[in-house]
C-alpha cells in the first residue's frame, strides 16, 4: 500500500496554483481523495499517468467534503467510471447528492447579503458556482472510527472546515491525508486551519487540527500546500 500525492497544476487570473489530491494504491486497485474543481478530470487524469498508474484501476472515490475544489470533478468522474464506489461522510453525503442544501451554498448566500457593492461581482459568481455543480449519489456512507479497504485506514471526523468533514488516517503508513483540516504554507513545515475565512466554525477546526497533530504521523498529505514528512 501507498500513497501518491498528485501535484495538480492550474491557472487563475493570471496566477498558478495548485490542489493535491491524493491517490491510495493497494492490490492494484486505486482510492482517489477528493476530486478538483469542475473541468479537472483530465488535470487529474494527467497527474495520475505522470504517476505512472491508470485510473482504469479505480475503485474508490472518498470526498473529504463539500466544496467546488472538492467535490467539482465528482460528477465527470461517475460518468466516465460508472463502477467507482463514492464513499463520503454522513453529513456531507445529503449535500453531495443534493437532497439537503449544502452549508457551503447557505454561507456563500448570507455573505453575499452583506458584501460591500464592490465585492458582490465575485460572491456572485461563488454563489453561482455552488449552484452549478453537479450532484451524485452517494455510494457508501461513513462516520467517525470506520474502517475501510480491509482495515487500511480509519475515517476520522474533523468538523470546522465544515460540520461532516473526514480526515483518513493510515496508521500503517504512519500517514493522514487531511483534506481541508489542515493545509501548509508554501515552504513551511507547520501545520495550519486551512483557509479559516471559509471555516463554518473556527473553533472546531482548530480542535480538529490539534487532534491531527496529536497522532504525531509521520506524513501529513494536505490538499492545500502539499505533503508535510517529519
Excluded at 15 to 43: A, C, H, R
Excluded at 195 to 222: G, I, M
Aim: hydrophobic share 35%.
Amino acid at each position: 500500500m501507498k500513497i501518491i500525492e498528485l501535484p495538480v497544476q492550474f491557472m487563475y487570473e493570471g496566477q498558478t496554483y495548485y490542489i493535491y489530491p491524493s491517490l491510495i494504491e493497494m492490490n492494484n486497485e486505486l482510492t482517489l481523495v477528493d476530486t478538483g474543481y469542475p473541468g479537472f478530470l483530465p488535470l487529474i487524469e494527467s497527474a495520475v499517468k505522470e504517476q505512472g498508474y491508470d485510473l482504469g484501476q479505480l475503485k474508490h472515490i472518498v470526498i473529504t467534503h463539500y466544496d467546488d475544489d472538492h467535490i467539482g470533478s465528482l460528477y465527470d468522474f461517475k460518468q466516465k467510471y460508472p463502477g467507482v464506489t463514492i464513499i463520503a461522510g454522513e453529513r456531507e453525503a445529503g449535500f453531495i447528492s443534493g437532497e439537503v442544501k449544502s452549508e457551503r451554498l447557505v454561507q456563500a448566500e448570507n455573505l453575499l447579503a452583506d458584501m460591500p457593492e464592490e465585492q458582490k461581482e465575485f460572491g456572485q459568481s461563488f454563489v453561482d458556482t455552488l449552484k452549478s455543480l453537479r450532484h451524485v449519489p452517494v455510494d457508501r456512507t461513513v462516520r467517525d472510527g470506520d474502517w475501510l479497504l480491509d482495515g487500511a485506514f480509519r475515517i476520522m471526523a474533523t468538523p470546522g472546515h465544515t460540520s461532516g468533514h473526514i480526515s483518513l488516517h493510515l496508521p500503517e503508513l504512519g500517514s493522514v491525508i487531511t483534506g481541508d483540516a489542515a493545509y501548509i504554507e508554501d515552504g513551511g513545515t507547520e501545520l495550519l486551519v486551512a483557509n479559516p475565512q471559509f471555516c463554518l466554525d473556527l473553533q472546531e477546526a482548530a480542535k480538529s487540527l490539534e487532534l491531527l497533530k496529536s497522532l504525531q504521523a509521520r506524513h501529513y498529505y494536505c490538499y492545500h500546500g502539499g505533503s508535510l514528512h517529519i
